[in-house]
């Protein structure tokens, strides 16, 4: 059990490391669907590679709609914010709808448009868990020494890239909706219990929860994916209805 444990385990931290800081910088920005719309147009940009090239060039396509995706949000920001929570509203219902449109013509649909929602990640292989690793210490350094330094378009540029990138990568390997439930009950936990260190605190709760989550899931034969969303939104919730 332990020697199947250990990479989703290593994965999740990996994750809760770079998406605390973004969590809470989307809940302090009051953006909170931001994920969710980039998140699937990313899984967009998957969909269609899947069904016009069979799965190659899934990355570069799935980053490409993300990408482009985060230039928009920046330029909203930028130019009309008073309107940026309807644009991130209206991104997210046409990459949904344009996903299951997609999933439509394929014969595994239904399988594929699971796996971009929620994906298992106990098959996750070590290799896997290093290249994000890179990837996510490569964009660290860019937001520590670069993005936290600058100010105006350029910064909402950057830091909505940079995120593009983040969660391109993490929806390959977790999925939308467990992506979405770990960038923000854990950020949103943390800010509600403590009044410092949110980033330290926000990623020893997430991890804890997604412990949590894969045990239950690996006792009861539950999807992991899926349980870790439950475990996640149901614990921010309760800390939102009974922490005064």
Do not use: C, W
């Not at 940026?84 to 449109?101: R, T």
């Amino acid at each position: 059990m332990i020697e199947l444990l250990i990479p989703p385990i290593l994965l999740s931290f990996v994750l809760l490391l770079i998406h605390s800081y973004y969590g809470l910088q989307i809940i302090k920005r009051n953006i909170i669907f931001t994920d969710l719309a980039i998140g699937q147009m990313a899984a967009l940009g998957v969909a269609i590679s899947l069904y016009l090239f069979g799965g190659k060039y899934l990355y570069p396509v799935s980053l490409l709609f993300a990408v482009f995706t985060a230039l928009l949000i920046a330029y909203i920001n930028h130019k009309e914010k008073s309107l940026q929570e309807a644009f991130i509203g209206l991104i997210y219902a046409l990459g949904i709808s344009g996903v299951f449109i997609v999933m439509s013509k394929s014969p595994h649909g239904l399988e594929e448009l699971n796996n971009l929602l929620a994906y298992d990640i106990l098959f996750t292989s070590y290799g896997d868990i290093l290249k994000v690793s890179i990837l996510y210490l490569f964009i660290g350094l860019v937001l520590y020494f670069f993005v936290r330094k600058i100010e105006g378009f350029l910064k909402d540029v950057l830091f909505f890239t940079t995120f593009a990138i983040t969660l391109t990568s993490s929806v390959k390997l977790a999925g939308v909706l467990v992506v979405f439930s770990i960038l923000i009950a854990p950020s949103l936990i943390a800010l509600k219990l403590f009044n410092k260190n949110h980033i330290l605190y926000a990623t020893a709760v997430g991890s804890l929860l997604i412990l949590i989550s894969i045990i239950l899931s690996y006792n009861f034969d539950l999807p992991t994916g899926y349980t870790i969303v439950f475990i996640n939104t149901l614990s921010a919730l309760a800390t939102i209805l009974f922490k005064k």
